[in-house]
């Protein structure tokens, strides 16, 4: 039963002789009555955000040891999940050598094709036998893509700047046969791996109708034209994805990306993209 009744006539508002002042910090939010008009000084806003462990908005740092993934690092993390560990040498040292480092991280390649820039020591030449020896590296992934197959690894020694990538070619990766069979395209545990497409502006990575792989602390720059990483289902009016199961991990990208860091275009599925900085 709904009563309906004529509303009373407002009285007019009085005026207060109190005007409530509100005082606003990080930490509370108080309220107070002054018979004046207050003097306020504004609260400085935080100098970082604390997202992940102790990540700010330029590092993401996990384990809080200064080193992760981002211009504000110290450096690459070789396990932001463990501040005792920065670099291979020391994970070497803690789990006996690299097969057993990466299985700790969740990867069990079948062979580890190594790849070296010019200027590092030992350089990479693609004469050499670089499946399994990080003591004799291949040059140019053109190379190593010929040789490698589902479930290998493909891993970059560090080299180069945003500014100065030490890897000019653009990849065509391919991809593994299933979940538990990808190919894995990572950087050396602790280094840092720029590269940029062959040409100025071009996409580091083409990755169109690739399916199954995994990309895990690459850095890309100067990829105008289509993303510094970019890749989907060729064809717009296919139903079935022929870019599926992919998995970007500690990723970095800045210095020009055109369409996005990270560009996925037309029918892709299952994709995780995670602990990267996109810029």
């Excluded at 970059?156 to 890897?167: E, F, K, L, M």
């Excluded at 105008?224 to 079935?240: K, L, M, R, Y």
Aim: aromatic share 8%; with cysteine; net charge negative.
């Amino acid at each position: 039963l709904l009563h309906l009744s004529s509303a009373p006539t407002p009285s007019p508002p009085t005026v207060p002789k109190k005007v409530p002042a509100i005082a606003i910090s990080t930490s509370q939010i108080a309220t107070a009555a002054r018979d004046s008009a207050p003097s306020l000084s504004p609260t400085p806003l935080p100098t970082a955000f604390n997202g992940l462990g102790h990540s700010t908005f330029t590092c993401l740092d996990k384990d809080g040891d200064g080193y992760g993934v981002g211009p504000g690092c110290l450096g690459p993390d070789a396990d932001d999940n463990d501040a005792t560990v920065q670099t291979a040498a020391q994970a070497i040292a803690k789990y006996g050598s690299m097969a057993a480092f990466l299985r700790h991280l969740g990867y069990n390649p079948k062979n580890i094709y190594y790849i070296s820039a010019a200027t590092n020591s030992p350089s990479g030449n693609d004469s050499n036998t670089c499946k399994n020896s990080v003591s004799t590296p291949c040059a140019t992934f053109g190379h190593v893509r010929t040789l490698i197959h589902p479930g290998d690894m493909v891993m970059w020694r560090g080299a180069g700047t945003q500014a100065a990538p030490g890897y000019s070619e653009t990849l065509y990766p391919i991809g593994g046969s299933s979940t538990t069979s990808p190919i894995i395209y990572m950087a050396y545990p602790g280094e840092k791996v720029w590269m940029r497409g062959t040409n100025l502006g071009q996409t580091s990575m083409n990755f169109n109708d690739v399916s199954y792989f995994v990309v895990d602390g690459l850095a890309a720059t100067h990829g105008e034209s289509g993303g510094c990483f970019g890749g989907g289902t060729s064809s717009a009016t296919t139903t079935t994805s022929t870019c599926h199961d992919v998995i970007f991990r500690n990723v970095e990208t800045g210095g020009g990306c055109g369409d996005g860091g990270i560009d996925p275009q037309n029918g892709i599925q299952n994709w995780t993209i995670e602990d990267s900085v996109l810029r």
